[in-house]
Nanobody, 123 residues
Framework: VQLVESGGGMVQPGGSLTLSCAASGFTFSNYDMSWIRQEPGKGPEWVSTIKADGGRKYYTDSVKGRFTISRDNAKNTLYLQMNSLKPEDTALYYC?????????????????WGQGTQVTVSS
């Protein structure tokens, strides 16, 4: 199982970024997938989840209306479109595979993680 994130960078407040996560080594279309972020010195925070078939999406309150999760099962790729970025969105962003053991916001419910991509929002 391999998850490789890309697309992070530095952006000014109000700007946009799109993160990608390339999956391999498993049947991507069988799994719910999430984005999780972590600020330095803090615990991981669940951001968003998309169901295996892409039909249902869930977001933490702080990103609703600004972030959009999507996936392309033919390309084995997960995305996170981030708009209207704020300094508090600054974090290392991980994609992760849900193992189905608990609600998505429970960080213990993931059995595969990428290495992360850094997002920095600063003027």
């Amino acid at each position: 199982v391999q998850l490789v994130e890309s697309g992070g960078g530095m952006v000014q407040p109000g700007g946009s970024l799109t993160l990608s996560c390339a999956a391999s080594g498993f049947t991507f279309s069988n799994y719910d997938m999430s984005w999780i972020r972590q600020e330095p010195g803090k615990g991981p925070e669940w951001v968003s989840t998309i169901k295996a078939d892409g039909g249902r999406k869930y977001y933490t309150d702080s990103v609703k209306g600004r972030f959009t999760i999507s996936r392309d099962n033919a390309k084995n790729t997960l995305y996170l479109q981030m708009n209207s970025l704020k300094p508090e969105d600054t974090a290392l962003y991980y994609c992760a595979r849900a193992d189905g053991s608990s609600w998505y916001a429970n960080i213990e419910g993931y059995d595969a993680w990428g290495q992360g991509t850094q997002v920095t929002v600063s003027s």
